[in-house]
């Protein structure tokens, strides 16, 4: 009797409560995410690339609206919101010469630059083979030492097939110096590379220590580069890069010798992650973080990739809802445990300011309840746009991933219940979809250290990763209810 009396006097307390983080929800500043958005996908910000001008730009902006909107400064004795992460970026130059024409990296040609690379005059064993047995059947008799070993594209992709580093090995204990392969679809894979060569490479986190290093250096041409390589001897290559003229043998010394140069440098970099907190009523317990990355990719000659999409939306909405949840604690609605808001830079670099924080946190992860991330928000995927689902406008993606059954997903479920009544879509939550999804964003740092994790997202537009993802075409209205989920659900978490 009395436990029940007990319940139904929370129940009151905790209804009034209900509706005070309603109304907080509905409170939700269309407007400002508006108005953030336009300033964070302009051309003024050039794209928010980690360590440029822009990214600086925007981190400042963000602590200016951290200090507007009550959220403590946890760094530099309460002065400072900026945690600086260190990155070393990787500089990659090469060069190929055939017959004395010197080739710089990706005209027709390219490689696997994990090492510097040296290799000057070599003569080139041109394998004709049609697989791999009939190659490994004749490799006593051939003479590798101090070669390049070419395959024809029929060996080459049976290599390929089975993985190159066994046959790799082989050929470096008999001495060959590097192999190479030519194939029509280099000119797709060196096109596709060229577009992205404007992005600054880095030492990746996770990609495993020491990077992974091939057993030889690995060259690819474009059959228009294997025709030049191959015209002193008077062979004849077509489109598919097939060696057509020359009868019989299966294996040939040509002419030509190749020196293939590459130089990698590495120079450590430094940007922003901008962290601010909102204390708890009780310190004892584990905080909870919420987290979107500001990054973006920059500018391609004149070209700016705005990231409107990609993520000013989820830190307009981390920015939106650290507002409403000061709003929350001047109206007495305390959550009981501390929030972090981490704005992370370089998470199209490869995850790095969010790698940094977890090895830097202001809690330690043992003392962090669950993870909260948000990337790419208000923009309906082309799955919803093309299926034309009635929902269109009116969903989320989730993933959940609570590994120490914190309760997180009743925690977003209810937060949808009772305030924006998403269609909560839990497609990439299929094994099948998950690990793109899992590993592509900020929360996978924090859930290899054993973080309980919530990603929220709209998916991929047509615009993902374009020049053409711009602040106008955000749909501010799916924005403001995936914004106001995020609020709810941080609220639910915080106050587990
Ligand atoms: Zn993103």
Not at 59 to 69: F, L, R
Not at 136 to 157: C, G, S
Not at 230 to 241: K, M, P, Q, T
């Amino acid at each position: 009797m009395r436990l029940l009396t007990l319940l139904l006097l929370c129940g009151t307390a905790c209804m009034a409560q209900q509706k005070s983080i309603e109304n907080i929800t509905s409170s939700c500043s269309t407007v400002n995410l508006k108005k953030n958005l336009y300033y964070l996908a302009s051309s003024k910000l050039q794209g928010r690339l980690m360590g440029s001008r822009g990214d600086t730009l925007t981190a400042k902006y963000i602590a200016e609206w951290y200090k507007q909107n009550g959220v403590q400064a946890p760094y530099n004795k309460g002065l400072s919101y900026f945690q600086s992460i260190t990155a070393v970026q990787k500089i990659n130059r090469a060069a190929l010469t055939i017959n004395n024409k010197r080739y710089d990296y990706l005209d027709g040609w390219q490689m696997f630059l994990t090492e510097p690379t040296d290799l000057k005059n070599v003569p080139v064993l041109y394998v004709m083979h049609n697989s791999i047995e009939a190659f490994y059947r004749d490799l006593p008799k051939m003479e590798v030492r101090e070669k390049a070993i070419f395959f024809n594209t029929t060996l080459a992709r049976a290599f390929i097939a089975k993985g190159l580093d066994s046959m790799e090995m082989v050929l470096k204990r008999r001495g060959a110096l590097m192999v190479a392969w030519s194939g029509p679809f280099f000119n797709k894979i060196i096109d596709r590379q060229k577009a992205r060569r404007f992005l600054p490479q880095y030492v990746q986190p996770y990609d495993g220590n020491p990077p992974q290093v091939q057993p030889l250096p690995e060259v690819n041409l474009t059959p228009q580069r294997l025709r030049e390589m191959l015209a002193a001897d008077n062979l004849i290559v077509d489109e598919d890069a097939n060696v057509l003229n020359t009868g019989d043998k299966p294996y040939f010394d040509i002419q030509t010798r190749l020196t293939v140069r590459a130089q990698i440098q590495f120079k450590e970099t430094h940007a922003p992650n901008v962290i601010g907190v909102i204390q708890g009523s009780d310190t004892s317990l584990a905080s909870v973080v919420i987290s979107a990355h500001h990054d973006h990719d920059g500018v391609n000659g004149k070209e700016v990739y705005y990231g409107a999409v990609d993520n000013a939306s989820g830190t307009v909405a981390i920015m939106e809802v650290a507002a409403m949840m000061t709003r929350a604690v001047e109206q007495g609605l305390k959550p009981r445990r501390t929030i972090v808001f981490a704005s992370f830079t370089g998470e199209e670099r490869g995850l790095l300011g969010s790698a940094w924080y977890v090895d830097h946190p202001l809690y330690s992860m043992k003392k962090t309840y669950g993870v909260l991330n948000i990337d790419m928000f208000g923009r309906p995927d082309t799955i919803h746009l093309n299926h034309n689902m009635p929902d269109s406008a009116n969903y989320a993606y989730i993933l959940v991933k609570d590994t120490l059954n914190r309760g997180l997903r009743e925690a977003l479920y209810t937060a949808n219940d009772a305030s924006t009544k998403l269609t909560l879509d839990t497609y990439y939550e299929n094994p099948k979809y998950m690990m793109r999804r899992l590993t592509g964003s900020d929360q996978y740092p924090f859930y290899l250290k054993g973080v309980p994790f919530i990603r929220i997202d709209c998916g991929f537009c047509s615009d993902y990763h374009k020049p053409t993802d711009t602040p106008d075409k955000i749909n501010y209205a799916l924005l403001t209810k995936q914004t106001q989920l995020a609020f709810t659900t941080l609220w639910n978490m915080a106050n587990r």
